[in-house]
């Protein structure tokens, strides 16, 4: 499983490369970051190179962030349905994804599924269907 960092920041201009700042300060490298947005706050989800090294630097600039465990799950193949096929396999598994979304290999060029789920089978599951889950970027 990946350490991803999730953390809240103000929904207004320029919050978003305060973050980024901090990280570039600390020589922190983002493989692949998600940022949502509500009217007051957003929630950023950030899959880093050293996620405690991250989570140490954006607490100490006054952020309230937490590391998960996420899952990342090698698609291999850029066609329609890929996605739809891992979803399926997981509903029909009765596994509820809380959220995902999807990033790339660097190296393969190769999509990623990352996804969370409070399953702790999920990861056994899936590699007994045949996918290739990543243990970082």
Known sequence: MLKQISLFTANTNGALGRVTDVLAK?????YTILANDSAE????????DDSEKAQEELVKAGYQCRID???AIDMASDKPGTLNKILS???????FVKYCYISFDRETSSPIA???TDEP????????????LLDRF
């Open 69 to 71: 465990k996420v899952l």
């Open 89 to 95: 396999n997981l509903s029909r598994a009765n596994v």
């Open 114 to 116: 990352v996804l969370k």
């Open 26 to 30: 600390a020589n922190i490298n983002i």
């Open 41 to 48: 706050f957003g929630i950023l989800r950030m899959i880093v």
């Open 121 to 132: 089978e999920t990861e056994t599951f899936l590699k007994g269907k045949g996918y290739r």
